[in-house]
């Protein structure tokens, strides 16, 4: 697997625990030393599965030979990147035959959702037009519809087989709602069943595709 965008390693580790081979690409060079540290503090036998490299996710032919994974993960890493289909074209040429292309975006469809929840009536209206919002830092960000990502995927030959709402009813919940680790439980069993349900998928904040190299 290619964890494009690792940052602290978190979701690396977590595969390689499962028993996956993991390589972690991130240009930010704290990061790269904090997921470092963390995988430093792992058993050796999930150590040896693991390697993070210092690398620009746009940068893939330069450090990996094409075709060489058999599952290509890119969370989070879209939203920060000014013109996002060269990237996503050079994580295509990554996969392996059958290969897996995960992307986990902005929704530029449910944009005006959650203002329009908090009460701001004005941003709610002015998100209809934009393809842009803030992540919790205040940064400025892209958002991705899933209509052009679905053309994207199938022009880099790794067509949409799969996708989900991410934060569907979330981002909406109040910290002092979750109360103890059966509303937790039962806050997750939520969103995994809205995430894979129309309408409530289209709303999430964040939208999770998977395309397919055939």
Do not use: K
């Amino acid at each position: 697997m290619l964890d494009v965008g690792t940052g602290r390693g978190t979701q690396a580790l977590r595969l390689a625990r499962a028993g996956h081979e993991v390589t972690g690409l991130e240009r930010d060079a704290g990061l790269i030393a904090a997921a470092r540290e963390s995988l430093a503090a792992e058993p050796e036998g999930i150590r040896g599965r693991v390697r993070f490299i210092e690398g620009d996710g746009r940068d893939t032919g330069v450090h990996f030979l094409p075709g060489g994974f058999d599952v290509v993960l890119c969370h989070g890493v879209l939203p920060y990147v000014a013109e996002p289909d060269p990237l996503v074209a050079g994580l295509g040429r990554m996969l392996a035959a059958g290969g897996l292309l995960s992307l986990l975006v902005r929704n530029a469809d449910a944009l005006a959702v959650r203002p329009a929840l908090a009460g701001d009536w004005g941003g709610a209206l002015a998100a209809f037009d934009s393809a842009r919002a803030r992540d919790r830092r205040g940064v400025e960000v892209r958002a991705d519809r899933l209509s052009a990502l679905t053309v994207t995927l199938a022009g880099i030959g790794a067509p949409l087989r799969a996708w989900y709402g991410v934060r569907v009813f979330a981002d909406a919940v109040r910290d002092d709602a979750v109360g103890s680790a059966g509303d937790l439980a039962a806050l997750l069993d939520l969103e995994d069943r809205a995430g894979r349900t129309d309408p409530y998928r289209g709303v999430g904040s964040l939208l999770h595709l998977c395309g397919a190299r055939g």
